[in-house]
Structures are given as structure tokens and as C-alpha cells.
């Protein structure tokens, strides 16, 4: 490529100097991840098998007012409160964000938030679709991923085989995927999970992740709690 002596080119006008090795080793940030998508999409089965592979991730426990399901373990599934300390929990502003999903309240303390932050890693948060758009204002530089199956029939088969939902709770989780969907092109990246084909979810994750890592111009992972908490304001 010729270009005149002199000229302006983008590079020179938008690129800093660098030297080779400088480039190659620019540290990277890490990355707010925000996983999201219909319930029995396989939002928490994605972030198990990435576990088990041990991707190096911190992952943000949320808090819930439902009941552990078996084998759900407080304090690394979710925070589990009852609906008084959560409501409790609300009026002292201890939630970044909180919403009523599926007829329970979940939301994310903001201690989970600073624990993660000052991690160094990657962070990943699991919330509902309601849970993105709050937290799409509240980190925009976070990556969005809606998670969804193949077909609606794969939902009803999932939600019905986990086993852990009443027929009320699948016809409200059901009822609910239609008003979900119309949401999805809020996100930056949609990822398919089919029946039996999880580890290519989640290579698509890791290939997002590993992707947003190679940007010339990261998405910058805030530092500092999103907002003061509410005794210091
Ligand atoms: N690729 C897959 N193939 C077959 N079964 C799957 C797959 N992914 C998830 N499942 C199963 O589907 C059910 C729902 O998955 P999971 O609980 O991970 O969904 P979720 O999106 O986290 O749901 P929720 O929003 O309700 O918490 C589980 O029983 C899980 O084992
Ligand atoms: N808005 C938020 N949604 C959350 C949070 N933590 C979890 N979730 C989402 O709730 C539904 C239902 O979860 P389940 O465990 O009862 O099946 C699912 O979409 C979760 O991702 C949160 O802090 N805020």
C-alpha cells in the first residue's frame, strides 16, 4: 500500500505510537460478563460446565427470596433470604439491582459487586431479562448474551425434566418467554444451547470472551462501585 509522505492516514491520526512489544503485551481488562436469556435456557448450566472446565472467572452470586432447590447451596448458587430480609435488604439500598422475577425477588448485593470487581477477573453475572436492561445502564461497557434453546419445545422438555418447578411456576416461566424474546437484540451476542450440544454454548461463550479480549479498543471494567452506597450519599 503506497501512501504519499506526510499524509495523514487513520492510523496516524487516531493510533498512539507503540512498539511491537509494547502492543503485544498491553494488559487487558477485564470483562463484565451479563448472561441472560428465557429460564431453562441453560443459563446456570453454562456457568457450571465453564467451572468444571475452570475457566478462570469470578462469578457473582446473587440473592434470591425463593427456597433452595436440592442441591442448591447457599452462598455459591445464590444468597438465600427470606422475603422479609430481602425486603428488608431493599430499603437499605443493599442491591445494585433487584427485580421480582418469576414471582420471587433475586438481585445483586452490592457487596457481591466490589468482591468482584477487585477480583482482577473476569466477572459474570446471571440475571434475568429485566436484570439486563437495569444493568445495561448501569455498566454499558458490560458484554450481553442472551442465551436461548433451539425451539420452544426444548424449553417445556427442560423446565418439566430439572424437575424443580411447579406446573404454576413452567406456565409462568413459559408465559413469560414471548414478552423475553422481544428483547433480544438489546444484547450483544446470542448464543444458541441445544439439547445435548452444551459445550458448544459454551465454546461460543468462550470464543466471545476470548474475542473481547483481542479488541484494539476494550470495553473498560469499571473499578469503582457503580454508585456510593446509600449511607455514604
Ligand atoms: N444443552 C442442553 N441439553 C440438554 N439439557 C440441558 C442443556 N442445557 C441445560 N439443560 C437442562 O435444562 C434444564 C434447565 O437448565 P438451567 O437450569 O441451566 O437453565 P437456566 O437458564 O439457568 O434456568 P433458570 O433461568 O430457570 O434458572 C436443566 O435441567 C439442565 O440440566
Ligand atoms: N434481575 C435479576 N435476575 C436474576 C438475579 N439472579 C438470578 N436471576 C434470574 O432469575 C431467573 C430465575 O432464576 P431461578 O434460579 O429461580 O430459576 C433466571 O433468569 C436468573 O438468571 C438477579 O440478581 N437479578
Same mark, same amino acid.
Given at each position: 500500500?503506497?501512501?504519499?509522505?506526510?499524509?495523514?492516514?487513520?492510523?496516524?491520526?487516531?493510533?498512539? &505510537?507503540? #512498539? /511491537?512489544?509494547? =502492543?503485544?503485551?498491553?494488559?487487558?481488562?477485564?470483562? %463484565?460478563?451479563?448472561? !441472560?436469556?428465557?429460564?431453562?435456557?441453560?443459563?446456570?448450566?453454562?456457568?457450571?460446565?465453564?467451572?468444571?472446565?475452570?475457566?478462570?472467572?469470578?462469578?457473582?452470586?446473587?440473592?434470591?427470596?425463593?427456597?433452595?432447590?436440592?442441591?442448591?447451596?447457599?452462598?455459591?448458587?445464590?444468597?438465600?433470604?427470606?422475603?422479609?430480609?430481602?425486603?428488608?435488604?431493599?430499603?437499605?439500598?443493599?442491591?445494585?439491582?433487584?427485580?421480582?422475577?418469576?414471582?420471587?425477588?433475586?438481585?445483586?448485593?452490592?457487596?457481591?459487586?466490589?468482591?468482584?470487581?477487585?477480583?482482577?477477573?473476569?466477572?459474570?453475572?446471571?440475571?434475568?431479562?429485566?436484570? &439486563?436492561? #437495569? /444493568?445495561?445502564? =448501569?455498566?454499558?461497557?458490560?458484554?450481553?448474551?442472551? %442465551?436461548?434453546?433451539? !425451539?420452544?419445545?426444548?424449553?417445556?422438555?427442560?423446565?418439566?425434566?430439572?424437575?424443580?418447578?411447579?406446573?404454576?411456576?413452567?406456565?409462568?416461566?413459559?408465559?413469560?418467554?414471548?414478552?423475553?424474546?422481544?428483547?433480544?437484540?438489546?444484547?450483544?451476542?446470542?448464543?444458541?444451547?441445544?439439547?445435548?450440544?452444551?459445550?458448544?454454548?459454551?465454546?461460543?461463550?468462550?470464543?466471545?470472551?476470548?474475542?473481547?479480549?483481542?479488541?484494539?479498543?476494550?470495553?473498560?471494567?469499571?473499578?469503582?462501585?457503580?454508585?456510593?452506597?446509600?449511607?455514604?450519599?
Amino acid at each position: 500500500m503506497s501512501k504519499r509522505k506526510g499524509a495523514e492516514t487513520m492510523e496516524t491520526v487516531f493510533s498512539p &505510537a507503540v #512498539t /511491537l512489544e509494547g =502492543l503485544a503485551q498491553r494488559p487487558t481488562q477485564p470483562l %463484565v460478563v451479563v448472561i !441472560s436469556g428465557p429460564s431453562g435456557a441453560g443459563k446456570d448450566s453454562l456457568i457450571r460446565r465453564m467451572k468444571e472446565l475452570q475457566v478462570p472467572f469470578h462469578f457473582v452470586v446473587t440473592a434470591t427470596s425463593r427456597p433452595p432447590r436440592p442441591g442448591e447451596v447457599d452462598g455459591v448458587d445464590y444468597h438465600f433470604l427470606s422475603r422479609e430480609r430481602f425486603e428488608a435488604g431493599i430499603r437499605a439500598g443493599e442491591f445494585l439491582e433487584y427485580a421480582v422475577v418469576y414471582g420471587d425477588y433475586k438481585g445483586i448485593p452490592r457487596w457481591e459487586i466490589e468482591n468482584a470487581l477487585a477480583s482482577g477477573k473476569d466477572v459474570i453475572l446471571r440475571v434475568d431479562v429485566q436484570g &439486563a436492561a #437495569t /444493568l445495561r445502564r =448501569l455498566i454499558p461497557e458490560a458484554v450481553f448474551i442472551f %442465551v436461548i434453546p433451539s !425451539s420452544r419445545e426444548e424449553l417445556i422438555e427442560r423446565l418439566r425434566a430439572r424437575g424443580t418447578e411447579s406446573p404454576e411456576s413452567i406456565a409462568r416461566r413459559l408465559q413469560a418467554v414471548e414478552e423475553e424474546l422481544k428483547h433480544w437484540a438489546e444484547f450483544d451476542y446470542v448464543v444458541v444451547n441445544r439439547n445435548q450440544h452444551l459445550d458448544e454454548a459454551v465454546a461460543d461463550i468462550l470464543a466471545i470472551i476470548r474475542a473481547e479480549h483481542r479488541r484494539a479498543h476494550p470495553r473498560a471494567a469499571r473499578r469503582e462501585p457503580m454508585s456510593p452506597p446509600p449511607s455514604s450519599r
